[in-house]
């Protein structure tokens, strides 16, 4: 089954950048999927930022990214990225990444209980 994990977080002021990574593991998917990333902060829902169709090279973005987040992929590592500009303290939050069904994804925003997840990654904004 595939495998995700994040990296790239970390502490930045605001006005700053990060690119985050999601490396993909294990089989081939069969079937058409996305990837996207979400972001969580203690006491709120998982909330959308970006998703990617990962054949086509379609993107979405929630409106608090766009124009400042850029997702991209590397069909080669197998690896989704987020490259995160003009930072803002509302963006801390622990950031992950997951893969599902394309459908889902973009007619939702949101992934299942049964997609894949990785394990997160903090990003921290200071003012």
């Known amino acids: 089954q595939v495998q995700l994990e994040e990296s790239g977080g970390g502490l930045v002021q605001a006005g700053g950048s990060l690119r985050l990574s999601c490396a993909a593991s294990g089989p081939p998917t069969l079937s058409s999927y996305a990837m996207g990333w979400f972001r969580q902060v203690p006491g709120k829902e998982r909330e959308f930022v970006a998703a990617i169709n990962w054949s086509g090279g379609s993107t979405i973005y929630a409106d608090s990214a766009k124009g400042r987040f850029t997702i991209s992929r590397d069909n080669a590592k197998n690896t989704v990225y987020l490259q995160m500009n003009r930072l803002e303290p509302e963006d801390t939050a622990v950031y992950y990444c997951?893969?599902?069904?394309?459908?889902?994804?973009?007619?939702?925003?949101?992934?299942?209980?049964?997609?894949?997840w990785g394990q997160g990654t903090q990003v921290t904004v200071s003012s």
């Open positions: 997951g893969a599902g069904p394309l459908a889902r994804l973009w007619r939702s925003r949101d992934l299942g209980p049964d997609d894949y």
